[in-house]
């Protein structure tokens, strides 16, 4: 393993499963890892219905290449049309490549969304990424560089999920990392304002064993927080993640659309 997974709760049979780990500061009985400099080995123990299964798992040092779900590059090499939609290769190994929605998502050498308007959401350009992508996510980096021309209204930079009462989301505008979860109040990790007209590197990460959110901006943290107690997985309980946007507000079919744009 390289990185947090899920363990059975149940077993095939129905049994209630309890999983017990020989070194919890290698990984979890709840599937979180510690990667080190050198793989280790723990024993991990599921208990169900009188019976008890040992697994031994080996914990590998960390590795970007073993944990990289998607990497889009914005070339326009990467651009290709099947039927009559246009599509931008994931770099990554997993295939997800997304779909460019709309004729004002250009693509060349960046996501150039220059052409959205704050009204325009029938014609306004984005990035639909496949579903699925959060199905067993847990720890979490992502990673961007953006220039903003506008911060008004709220744009996102991403906001992934199924709807707007249930997504993880980048606020542009307002600049603040948040999760959304089944209707419930939004939770935030607000950062200081972002200058528009600058490239700036962005990346928000989620420690799954601490439930720390980080935001960073050329390398300096910017804002870090616990307040977000739901690990991403957990959202597809509410529904299956549809409307993984860049660039794109889960707002944008509601009553709030106005006041949450697109970027």
Request: with cysteine.
């Amino acid at each position: 393993l390289y990185a947090d997974i899920l363990l059975p709760q149940t077993s095939k049979s129905g049994e209630a499963v309890v999983w017990v780990s020989s070194d919890e500061s290698i990984m979890t009985a709840t599937g979180l890892v510690s990667p080190a400099e050198a793989e280790q080995a723990v024993t991990l123990t599921a208990y169900y219905g009188g019976r008890e299964e040992r697994h031994v798992i080996t914990v590998m040092p960390r590795s970007m290449e073993q944990t990289l779900l998607l990497r889009y590059d914005f070339e326009e090499d990467d651009v290709y049309t099947e039927g009559e939609q246009r599509r931008l290769r994931d770099r990554s190994s997993h295939g997800r490549d997304a779909l460019l929605m709309n004729e004002k998502c250009r693509i060349d050498g960046r996501l150039n969304l220059v052409g959205n308007t704050a009204g325009g959401f029938d014609t306004n350009g984005y990035v639909l990424v496949p579903e699925h992508l959060l199905d067993s996510l847990r720890s979490y980096t992502i990673s961007f560089t953006a220039t903003p021309a506008s911060l008004t209204n709220l744009p996102r930079f991403y906001d992934f999920g199924s709807g707007s009462a249930n997504s993880l989301f980048l606020r542009a505008g307002n600049f603040a990392a948040g999760l959304k979860y089944n209707g419930q109040t939004t939770t935030l990790v607000k950062a200081d304002e972002l200058p528009t007209g600058v490239e700036q590197q962005v990346a928000v990460t989620f420690d799954a064993r601490t439930m720390t959110t980080t935001v960073y901006v050329d390398g300096r943290q910017v804002a870090q927080s616990q307040d977000i107690k739901h690990e991403p997985y957990q959202l597809r309980a509410n529904g299956a993640d549809t409307r993984n946007y860049i660039g794109r507000t889960q707002w944008w079919d509601t009553s709030a659309r106005n006041s949450n744009v697109d970027y």
